[in-house]
């Protein structure tokens, strides 16, 4: 510790000096002059983090809690927390916390700079961000709390929930007139971790650091990780829920974003639901309701807030309005890309448009509409095709909650005026730029794009690649010959083995037998179980399987290639037509693989790629985890434009060597198919 003291440089008065620069001006979220509480005293004073700002306006526009009597502890008992939007926390220290990754571009955000040049200053950052991104030491001006909300989890209400296993630390003002809620993951128990420790391990904490980061590069809005600290300490989890528990190294996430509020923090007031019976702790506290629309809206939606300042429904109405079409353009953002979240509950979805809460997510490597990323989803109510249909439920479900500041039938219309016209539109747009089809808009380009996601269905094709192959489709009449390209398209479909691994059932026969003769004989206590889509999705599962039992490979190459030879020849048929609206084909040519370039990209976060990470750091061994996400920062680079970025693992992991034959943009290894997360 005294080692650690002698790098971290500058007194606590000299930050405390800092902390009192002039506030933020008004864009887009400013900062007052004044600053908030600072950290204990006891805590060692920062060097490299010494210039955050911290105005923590969250804790002066919304009630907090106040403290319970008693010991130090008792803060973080768990706790119905009436009346209150946040509750004051304390992180707990870890063992050994130790760095392993930074984000450079979402630390920039904050006004912290690049790494610097010499080792010394690069370990003595590192031990820094360890000390207080794992909250064993707070920094002038935080003030850590824990939000109060509540949600609707897997269709039912659950009562209060709030942040388990998240720290509010406070809100900093940068020299750009920004304004970044900082959090931390992991940091331990507060009055909503309900039975759980308030910890995360370092599985799920690196896939949330890299996730965040990698939806980030691709043009996803998002919430931002700035870092990722692994310790010493270790908790007991049972990963797949199978009765198998093992000690797990804890971690901690630096989460940044405008705000994390979300839907579910409108819901703390919400009457006792007549299916669960469970209440939100704050119901009846209207003003409560009031004030929390105040300082959303003023604060996030500043320009609704000067235009209906006179009128409140209007202004409700009119940020309703925004939240709906967000939220609309950030699920055709995931349709696009391919990105299933997991678990959108409404306590997972954000008041300002973000991708929140990365916890089971996954990414489609072989297309599949009915794909499931979350192995706890049985009845797969999330699954990818049902993203946009869920975010408008919870979309409803905020609606009610707002009500009524905002009336809930004048919610409702809103809801049916906006979200399927604002998704279809985007997605419209964003899938006809993935296509290359950069001039005139067409009806007919909504069937097109759906009857290459049949023929990706069909064939098992792998989404990203697909979409990234498309930009080197030949084009024109001296293009005629598509052996060459047809070869390269068909390898990104699915083969037999990976087929029969997809396919294979999941259920032991006589457990089938058994639930079929259930359905037949009682079918009242078998609806009751709540089994029928397992069973109806297992039977598809042995039929498919039997199916491509008495298939060849040869076979299957060749309707592979029937199928996507009468896509094609649809796909350049519109391509011509789009062509002739250039006066230049060349320039045409151009734009329409720039286009393609900049919306396809060619590397994503698979689950196998994220796994590689994880077996790496849980040994020890952090490069890989760094490797990772600088290819991620760099996801739609094309081969030979930043070679270093390109350099990854060999996917199998049996060597553990950088090698560009086996790069991560390439189709998953067959293993890949066995993973699971819950």
Not at 389 to 395: A, H, P, S, T
């Amino acid at each position: 510790m005294a080692s650690l003291k002698g790098v971290l440089g500058p007194s606590l008065a000299a930050a405390r000096t800092l902390s009192r620069l002039p506030g933020c001006r008004p864009a887009p979220a400013p900062c007052s002059a004044t600053t908030a509480a600072r950290g204990a005293a006891m805590d060692p004073a920062p060097h490299w983090l010494a210039g955050l700002r911290f105005d923590n306006r969250a804790l002066r526009a919304l009630p907090v809690e106040t403290p319970p009597p008693g010991p130090e502890d008792a803060a973080s008992v768990p706790r119905p927390v009436p009346g209150a939007c946040f509750s004051r926390v304390r992180p707990a220290p870890l063992q050994q916390p130790r760095l392993v990754a930074l984000s450079e571009p979402a630390l920039a955000l904050l006004g912290l700079g690049a790494s610097p040049a010499d080792d010394a200053g690069r370990e003595a950052r590192e031990a820094e961000a360890a000390l207080f991104f794992s909250g064993n030491a707070l920094l002038p001006g935080t003030e850590p709390a824990a939000h109060c909300y509540c949600g609707h989890q897997f269709g039912q209400f659950a009562g209060q929930l709030g942040d388990g296993a998240a720290m509010y630390l406070g809100e900093v003002c940068t020299e750009a007139n920004e304004r970044w809620e900082l959090q931390l993951k992991g940091a331990g128990p507060t009055p909503f971790s309900r039975q759980a420790d308030g910890r995360k391990v370092l599985r799920s904490s690196i896939r949330e650091f890299l996730c965040s980061e990698a939806m980030f590069h691709l043009g996803v809005p998002t919430t931002r990780a700035g870092a990722c600290v692994t310790s010493q300490s270790t908790v007991v989890r049972d990963m797949f829920y199978d009765g198998n528990p093992k000690h797990e190294p804890c971690a901690v996430v630096l989460r940044i974003a405008s705000t994390f509020l979300r839907f579910g923090s409108f819901e703390i007031f919400k009457p006792e639901d007549e299916h669960t019976g469970r209440a939100g702790p704050s119901v009846g506290r209207n003003d409560i309701r009031v004030q929390m629309l105040d300082y959303v809206i003023s604060t996030f939606y500043p320009e609704i807030q000067a235009a209906h300042a006179s009128d409140t429904v209007q202004r409700n109405a009119a940020f309703f309005r925004e939240v709906t079409r967000r939220t609309a353009r950030l699920v055709a953002e995931w349709q696009c890309v391919g990105f299933c979240h997991g678990v959108l509950n409404t306590d997972n979805m954000s008041i300002v448009g973000l991708t929140i809460d990365y916890g089971p997510f996954g990414f489609l490597d072989r297309y599949d509409p009915d794909h499931v990323c979350n192995a706890s989803d049985n009845a797969g109510r999330y699954a990818y095709s049902k993203q946009p249909e869920v975010c408008k439920w919870n979309l409803e479900k905020l609606a009610e909650a707002l009500a009524p500041e905002l009336p809930l039938e004048l919610g409702e219309a809103i809801l049916a005026e906006e979200y399927d016209t604002e998704f279809h539109r985007h997605y419209l747009h964003k899938m006809r730029r993935k296509l290359g089809l950069v001039r005139a808009e067409r009806e007919e380009d909504a069937a097109l794009v759906a009857k290459l996601l049949e023929t990706m269905h069909l064939t098992g094709a792998d989404f990203t690649n697909t979409f990234y192959l498309l930009s080197s489709f030949p084009v024109g009449p001296e293009s005629l010959d598509l052996a060459e390209f047809m070869t390269t398209l068909t390898e990104q479909c699915a083969s037999l083995e990976e087929l029969r691994l997809a396919f294979r059932p999941q259920m032991d026969p006589r457990q089938l037998s058994m639930m079929l003769m259930l359905a037949q004989s009682n079918p009242q206590l078998f609806a009751l179980i709540g089994t029928h889509a397992n069973v109806t999705k297992e039977l598809e599962r042995v039929e498919q399987q039997s199916r491509l039992e008495q298939l060849t490979p040869s076979e299957l190459l060749s309707r592979n290639r029937g199928h996507w030879a009468n896509w094609l020849q649809e796909y350049r048929a519109r391509l011509e037509k789009d062509r002739k609206g250039a006066s230049d084909d060349s320039v045409w040519q151009a734009e329409r693989q720039h286009v393609m370039h900049a919306n396809n990209p060619k590397y994503i976060l698979r689950n196998y790629i994220a796994q590689n990470a994880i077996e790496a750091a849980e040994n020890g061994d952090f490069s890989e985890v760094r490797r990772v996400l600088k290819l991620l920062e760099a996801p739609y680079h094309r081969e030979g434009e930043a070679a270093e970025v390109l350099e990854a693992t060999d996917p199998e992991g049996a060597s553990g060597t950088a090698d560009l034959r086996h790069s991560y943009s390439g189709k998953p290894p067959l293993w890949a198919v066995e993973l699971c997360v819950t």
